[in-house]
């Protein structure tokens, strides 16, 4: 490098205070992220590209000065002022002294610096000013080439003749020279851009792999803080009874030698009885002591630990920015050099054209010309030599605006297709989970704000249409005031929120479009009129943005592969669940005149769907969330009661309203909403198989109770917890003397994941015996997610003080106020009266939350907007 060979510099160490005074602070190692937005959208649309400028200060390398080369970046900028006058000299300017690409001064320190570069696209400033000189090149190009080609007829001969005219020498010479000219430029124009397509697919992939090497060795950090943690509660809880204890022993023995300097009495039987308490207390007091020795060096080792684990892991973030830089650089050389050699032959083809040109006799050929009256038509050579070819998005436009109507028809020139197209059926725009998977994406890309403007304008739309077809339907000239006025607040609604340029949520829209917009909004609340396609025009800008930007990005992602592939996999089942059975099976006839089989092979649909995803990673789950999908998409009619087919509810979810036989027993539905199963016992996995289908068969199930319940296993009990995750209308869970302490991460899960559960039970469990003192799933349930229990019930469980202090402290900083009871068995201490104290007040604030009463929107007066 150009700096100096010296090793280099990191960040200086951070000095982390311990929390006790005997155990001496480590020094760790720390990466900081200062300055990185993470928040930044992570797309290049066409517009960005010419905001993107090298002229703005980089905060990694653009302070030095790059040295000079024969591939320097570097390109003059050309407006379409100076286009015309520079087309007789067409040329880039170069530096004249040799050297690299001018790399080689990047700073020593990496990780801030890089980190804040890439993470805002930094990385391809220099490309995107030679991109953008690039666009004008190609456009200045597409114009000298329609003046060049005006008049010839672009087909493979090499004599030129219209109505057995010949064509004069020079202009046949000069046609020929172009066209191959055209013919060379494309074929530059082409690597070029497979070039871009190339080195910017390998970059990504790159950053993709550095990204999960990195989450990994930072999930290695936060397990060691973890342990740590837990080492500091332990040895605070240590300490706290060793001086507990030493408190205690020097009590009795002054009470001790009190009373023996008072009765002189060495001998009696109360002095006996102290003694011997004094002798216990200090035997305590070095057992605790020993405790606490213990806890003090296993805290010593884990901040060791974590002092060696800390600086591994800053030496390989140190290297995964390094290799990132490296990998970077060569990106944008070999870019560069790949963009530069088009730059340079497209000139040399403009200066050979330009010659060409000149040696046209324009006036001796005049007369041929007008007798000819030869005109481009579009030919096969024509599609070949175009730079729609290379360009499938842009390039037609830039040839346009090169050619214009009447010279060249390009509606016959097809562009290849594009890896990244939508080639599955499934639209986006038209599929409800797909595009709540799209917003999702939005959301991380903060731009969420212009598909909801598109839902938004396409509820509006299809209230106005609702309004008219009824006004219509009862023979009504005009729409009813109620309607009227709803539409009128849907609309200040949408140019409050997303239009105006105050709004919270604007949308990215032209200015012009928006001037329209609230200028004809302000034409129609003038009149007094509604106009359901007052938002069309913006909706259409919108959703062209999206699909030119954004869309392509969602669409390379893992997350639409995943849902394209689950989206085939439904159409093909659907097909056939749709399709005519064959000859002999008995059918039956359903509404909107589909036909349904009534058995698939002896099997139910779902046992059917089961059996396709037989043997693939998750098969169970993935044929339940396509019978589900299929249910909610309508592709399967809800079936009569009389039916033995499976019927699904508006829910989503599916039940048996016939009792079937499989397998040698009855699957038969609970007949009440209310299931008590206490005190049962399950010999074997079959019984529990057959419970959890007849939970999943019960409609509207709300209260399972299995407490006291033997026979559960393991993979047992989560199976019923992914069962009940199923039921829509469960809201009290009883679990109650079953043993699950070591289950508390599956319940957490569930708590999280369950939309409708509000009371659960753990009550006698040995939660806090043993192996298991630690409550922290339910603590991180309440933490990190935000669960809508009402109620919960832990109480005669041994859980220890510290455990239940920290979950209180969770439940005062979560953001779910939902919960109105919290039972629990406090031990003897003297911080339960305080722990007691701080749950009734976290009850009392979740209390008020909830009983406080949403305010009715004040109307606006006569004298203020509407």
């Known amino acids: 490098?150009?700096?100096?060979?010296?090793?280099?510099?990191?960040?200086?160490?951070?000095?982390?205070?311990?929390?006790?005074?005997?155990?001496?602070?480590?020094?760790?190692?720390?990466?900081?992220?200062?300055?990185?937005?993470?928040?930044?959208?992570?797309?290049?649309?066409?517009?960005?590209?010419?905001?993107?400028?090298?002229?703005?200060?980089?905060?990694?390398?653009?302070?030095?000065?790059?040295?000079?080369?024969?591939?320097?970046?570097?390109?003059?900028?050309?407006?379409?002022?100076?286009?015309?006058?520079?087309?007789?000299?067409?040329?880039?300017?170069?530096?004249?002294?040799?050297?690299?690409?001018?790399?080689?001064?990047?700073?020593?320190?990496?990780?801030?610096?890089?980190?804040?570069?890439?993470?805002?696209?930094?990385?391809?400033?220099?490309?995107?000013?030679?991109?953008?000189?690039?666009?004008?090149?190609?456009?200045?190009?597409?114009?000298?080439?329609?003046?060049?080609?005006?008049?010839?007829?672009?087909?493979?001969?090499?004599?030129?003749?219209?109505?057995?005219?010949?064509?004069?020498?020079?202009?046949?010479?000069?046609y020929n020279q172009s066209r191959e000219s055209i013919r060379r430029t494309a074929t530059w124009l082409s690597g070029a851009c497979v070039g871009i397509k190339k080195y910017h697919a390998r970059f990504v992939n790159f950053r993709h792999e550095q990204s999960k090497e990195k989450r990994y060795v930072q999930s290695e950090s936060q397990q060691v803080e973890k342990r740590l943690q837990k080492a500091e509660d332990n040895h605070a809880l240590a300490k706290r009874n060793f001086e507990a204890a030493c408190k205690d022993a020097e009590k009795l023995v002054k009470k001790r030698n009190r009373l023996k300097s008072e009765s002189k009495e060495s001998n009696g039987k109360g002095w006996r009885k102290l003694q011997s308490q004094v002798e216990k207390s200090i035997k305590k007091t070095q057992e605790n002591a020993n405790i606490y020795k213990q806890k003090l060096l296993e805290l010593r080792g884990l901040q060791k630990e974590k002092h060696e684990t800390t600086t591994k892991l800053s030496n390989i973030l140190y290297g995964i920015e390094k290799k990132r830089i490296t990998e970077t650089k060569d990106m944008l050389s070999k870019l560069s050099r790949s963009l530069l050699a088009f730059f340079q032959t497209a000139a040399h083809e403009m200066t050979n054209l330009q010659d060409t040109l000149a040696q046209i006799d324009v006036n001796a050929d005049a007369k041929a010309l007008v007798d000819a009256q030869v005109s481009m038509r579009g030919s096969r050579d024509a599609g070949m030599s175009t730079l729609a070819q290379y360009f499938p998005y842009e390039g037609k436009m830039l040839v346009m605006e090169g050619f214009h109507g009447n010279y060249a028809d390009l509606t016959h020139c097809t562009a290849p297709k594009k890896k990244d197209d939508l080639v599955t059926s499934m639209d986006v725009f038209t599929n409800a989970s797909a595009r709540f998977e799209f917003n999702r994406f939005l959301e991380k890309e903060r731009s969420s704000e212009n598909l909801l403007f598109w839902e938004a304008h396409r509820t509006y739309v299809d209230m106005c249409v609702e309004a008219i077809s009824y006004s219509a339907r009862h023979n009504r000239t005009k729409t009813t005031p109620d309607d009227l006025s709803k539409m009128r607040r849907t609309e200040q609604k949408l140019f409050s929120v997303y239009i105006n340029t105050d709004a919270k949520q604007q949308v990215n829209i032209s200015d012009s479009c928006r001037n329209r917009l609230l200028k004809r909004w302000e034409i129609v609340k003038s009149q007094g009129l509604t106009d359901p396609l007052l938002f069309s025009e913006a909706a259409v800008e919108i959703e062209g943005m999206l699909k030119r930007d954004t869309l392509r990005r969602f669409v390379r992602s893992a997350l639409y592969q995943i849902l394209a592939s689950e989206r085939s996999s439904i159409t093909e089942i659907s097909r056939e669940i749709l399709q005519p059975p064959p000859l002999g099976l008995h059918v039956q006839e359903k509404k909107h005149g589909y036909r349904m089989r009534d058995t698939f092979q002896g099997r139910k649909i779902l046992e059917w769907v089961q059996g396709r995803f037989f043997g693939s990673l998750g098969g169970n789950e993935r044929a339940i969330k396509v019978c589900m999908t299929l249910a909610k998409d309508g592709r399967i009619v809800p079936v009569c009661e009389k039916s033995k087919a499976a019927e699904w509810s508006e829910d989503g979810y599916y039940r048996v309203v016939k009792e079937s036989i499989s397998r040698g027993y009855k699957r038969v539905p609970f007949p009440s909403r209310v299931v008590d199963m206490s005190g049962a016992h399950f010999r074997n996995g079959r019984e529990v198989k057959k419970f959890l289908w007849r939970l999943l068969m019960t409609p509207k199930l709300s209260s399972v109770d299995i407490s006291g319940c033997t026979g559960f296993t393991e993979t047992a009990f989560k199976a019923l917890l992914q069962t009940l995750g199923h039921v829509p209308t469960l809201t009290t869970l009883k679990l109650n003397s079953t043993n699950c302490h070591p289950l508390l991460p599956a319940i957490a899960d569930f708590i999280q994941t369950s939309k409708s559960i509000r009371n659960l039970e753990l009550k006698s469990n040995k939660m806090g015996e043993g192996d298991y003192q630690s409550i922290d799933p339910l603590l991180n349930a309440f933490k990190i997610g935000s669960p809508k229990l009402e109620s919960l019930d832990i109480s005669n469980n041994p859980i220890p003080i510290t455990q239940l202090q920290l979950f209180a402290q969770g439940l005062e900083d979560s953001k779910s106020r939902s919960l109105h009871r919290f039972i629990f068995t406090p031990p003897i201490s003297k911080l339960s009266s305080e722990l007691q104290e701080k749950i009734s007040k976290i009850i009392e604030r979740n209390n008020k939350v909830t009983s406080t009463p949403l305010r009715a929107p004040r109307r606006p007066s006569d004298g203020q907007g509407g």
């Open 1 to 174: 490098m150009a700096t100096s060979a010296a090793a280099p510099r990191r960040p200086p160490p951070v000095r982390i205070g311990s929390p006790n005074k005997n155990v001496p602070s480590t020094s760790v190692y720390r990466l900081s992220r200062a300055g990185s937005r993470i928040d930044r959208s992570r797309g290049c649309s066409k517009s960005s590209i010419s905001e993107l400028s090298p002229t703005t200060s980089s905060p990694s390398w653009r302070r030095k000065s790059l040295p000079p080369g024969p591939m320097s970046p570097s390109v003059p900028r050309i407006n379409r002022s100076q286009s015309h006058a520079r087309l007789g000299t067409f040329s880039f300017r170069r530096e004249k002294n040799g050297g690299d690409m001018g790399y080689s001064n990047i700073p020593d320190v990496l990780p801030v610096a890089l980190d804040r570069a890439w993470e805002a696209k930094e990385e391809l400033k220099s490309v995107a000013s030679l991109v953008k000189e690039f666009m004008s090149a190609a456009e200045i190009f597409g114009k000298q080439m329609a003046k060049a080609a005006n008049g010839f007829e672009l087909r493979d001969s090499t004599t030129l003749s219209v109505n057995g005219q010949q064509v004069p020498t020079s202009l046949r010479n000069g």
